[in-house]
């Protein structure tokens, strides 16, 4: 089987070329495994996904840069979580256990 963590590994997904670099890296090594363990890496990126399905999280404004709050659309939530375990085990796991820190995932623009 293969270790998700260590397929996702750590981005510290800051701008778009950090985020295009760790996606790139991750595609490959995608790209590479059998089908059984591409399959087990969807389940547990879905698993993941559900894990951070959590209202508090959901209800985590995006904040432009003029200060104007806006929720977060069904989408953007989605891109969020994304976001948050593209940044690697230990961002998703303390945002898992606390919420805090989440909202760096929800700015405008950040997945």
């Not at 790209?31 to 508090?56: G, K, N, Q, W």
């Not at 104007?68 to 989605?78: A, E, I, N, R």
């Amino acid at each position: 089987m293969t270790d998700f963590w260590k397929v996702i590994g750590s981005s510290s997904v800051q701008d778009e070329s950090e985020i295009d670099s760790a996606l790139e890296r991750i595609s490959a090594e995608l790209s590479a495994l059998a089908p059984d363990a591409l399959t087990h890496f969807v389940e547990r990126l879905r698993e993941s996904l559900y894990r951070i399905d959590r209202r508090d999280l959901a209800e985590v404004p995006m904040v432009l840069a003029n200060g104007l709050k806006l929720p977060q659309t069904s989408d953007h939530f989605l891109y969020a979580r994304c976001a948050c375990i593209l940044a690697g085990e230990r961002v998703y796991g303390d945002i898992l256990s606390s919420g805090v820190g989440f909202e760096r995932f929800v700015a405008p623009f950040g997945q």
